[in-house]
């Protein structure tokens, strides 16, 4: 007999090692997700905020992330979809109070790791999230605070299809979040007053907090992205807000700037992708130089912001002199 879907996560939940619900929960060190039964003890009780969205609070210490609900306008949907959407909304895991409760507060928690470690103001990230149950569409998040159900739930399949566990889709969930955050324009804060780079600055942004994590599971800008970004400049294409290319000219960006700053451990190895070869960077950075990675990373993501290193290497790719365009075909 086949399991469901919430005795699976359950069972996924359970197997993950936690320590046992904490008076005090130091989220800023702590390194393992929280559990269900954790997560329940800083639940606040079912509240309406400022829009009058119905949702509830987590409080850790004295910080607080948050979870919406859209509403959902019954008689706007088809008799035949009634039963379908209840029974989506009903399929939660164990303790969980809404669908994917465990994985969502969790990705939220860790935007406040993200703005610590980043040196970012909490205010600049997405540390609330509204859920959208009914319009299905393709994107998980997007830059207006949402987060869309159908499309987590499709997303979480697919990962687990690649082998993910909780905690690597807790941290890819974490990047994507994290990535809206940066469209915000408040995030110029950050960028020294200027505005990030249409997707150049987001996907730089994520992919360096993957780094920076250690983060080697499935993920949306993969080498795969990479060759089509390539593909796509060497035809004569050159948009700011096309992902593919974002993801080329971030791989580059980064690669290039850590090859820089740890040449120690850059050696050239010719069967390593240029993405690869900057998980290989850090995993060889040593503990006296690990102190360094974080301020180079946040430069990073400050340099991705200028149109003269994504023109740097476009042209590069065209004149022919970008070293990596061999390695990713």
């Known amino acids: 007999m086949q399991e469901s879907n919430g005795d699976q996560q359950t ?26 039964s954790e997560i329940a003890t800083i639940r606040s009780e079912e509240q309406k905020n400022v ?8 409080k850790v210490g004295d910080k607080t992330v948050g979870v919406w609900l ?3 306008y019954v008689e706007n ?25 465990f994985l969502i507060v969790n990705a ?16 600049l990230l997405y540390t609330d999230l509204n859920l959208e149950f009914v319009d299905k569409v393709s994107a998980v998040t997007n830059d207006w605070g949402q987060l869309n159900l159908h ?27 994290f990535h809206e955050g940066v469209h915000q324009a408040g995030f110029s804060e950050f960028l020294d007053g200027k505005m990030p780079l249409g997707e150049i600055t987001t ?16 993920k949306a800008y993969d080498m795969d992205r990479f060759e089509e970004g390539r593909k796509k400049i060497l035809s004569g294409k050159d948009s700011v807000v096309d992902h593919d290319i974002a993801t080329y000219t971030a791989v580059n960006l980064i690669h290039k700037t850590l090859t820089e700053e740890f040449p120690q451990v850059s050696g050239k190895k010719e069967d390593l992708d240029p993405y690869t070869a900057c998980e290989n960077i850090i995993a ?41 365009r061999d390695k990713a075909a």
């Open 70 to 72: 859209n509403p959902i």
């Open 77 to 101: 949907i088809p008799d035949e979809e009634k039963d379908k959407l209840k029974a989506f909304v009903a399929s939660r895991a164990e303790g969980e109070v809404f669908k994917h409760e």
């Open 203 to 218: 996907v730089t942004s994520q992919l360096a907090y993957y780094l920076e994590q250690g983060y080697k599971g499935p």
């Open 151 to 177: 499309a987590l739930d499709e997303h979480i399949g697919i990962m687990k299809d690649r082998g993910a566990t909780d905690e690597e889709i807790i941290i890819e969930l974490s990047g994507h979040i």
């Open 51 to 58: 829009v009058n969205k119905r949702g509830r609070t987590y």
């Open 284 to 324: 060889q950075i040593s503990t006296e130089e690990r102190e360094r990675l974080l301020p180079v990373l946040r430069r990073i993501i400050h340099s991705s912001v200028e149109r003269s290193e994504f023109d740097q290497i476009v042209e590069n790719l065209r004149l022919g002199m970008d070293a990596n």
């Open 11 to 36: 069972k996924s939940h359970s197997s993950i090692e936690h320590a046992s619900a904490e008076t005090e929960i130091n989220i800023l060190t702590r390194t393992t997700p929280l559990s269900v």
């Open 108 to 123: 939220l928690i860790e935007q406040l790791r993200i703005a610590d470690k980043f040196g970012l103001p909490e205010k």
